[in-house]
């Protein structure tokens, strides 16, 4: 089969095979290929909301108390660790500047540390 990719010169140049038919494109997959790219060319398909410049203000407070709450932690010669375990799982643990462990945390023990710290 030959492709001509070549935009000056939209021509074809030998023989040109036809695309294999969907069955034997994607024989187990049920269109399901075909089904999205349909619906993504679909003229009254909803276009994406566009994103705000800034975050909102209620993000962008818990981004400053994070970012307070870091701070704080440096100052204190302490950070924040995010890992996967061997098993893939997200590990959290607070550590001192040397890297020792100084304990692992849980999603709300880390909420619970931005609060603490975090109060500007």
Do not use: C, K, Y
Not at 16 to 21: F, G, V
Not at 89 to 112: P, R, V
């Amino acid at each position: 089969m030959t492709a001509n990719i070549d935009p000056a010169n939209p021509t074809p140049q030998g023989p040109i095979a036809s695309a294999p038919t969907s069955s034997a494109r994607g024989a187990g997959l049920d269109g399901v290929f075909e089904a999205a790219l349909a619906e993504a060319q679909n003229p009254r398909r909803q276009a994406p909301a566009e994103l705000p410049p800034t975050p909102p203000p209620g993000l962008a407070a818990n981004i400053a108390a994070a970012a307070h709450a870091w701070d704080s932690l440096a100052a204190a010669s302490q950070h924040v660790v995010f890992n996967h375990t061997a098993d893939g799982q997200l590990s959290i643990e607070l550590a001192d500047d040397d890297g020792n462990a100084l304990g692992t945390l849980s999603g709300s023990e880390l909420f619970g540390l931005i609060d603490e710290h975090g109060g500007g």
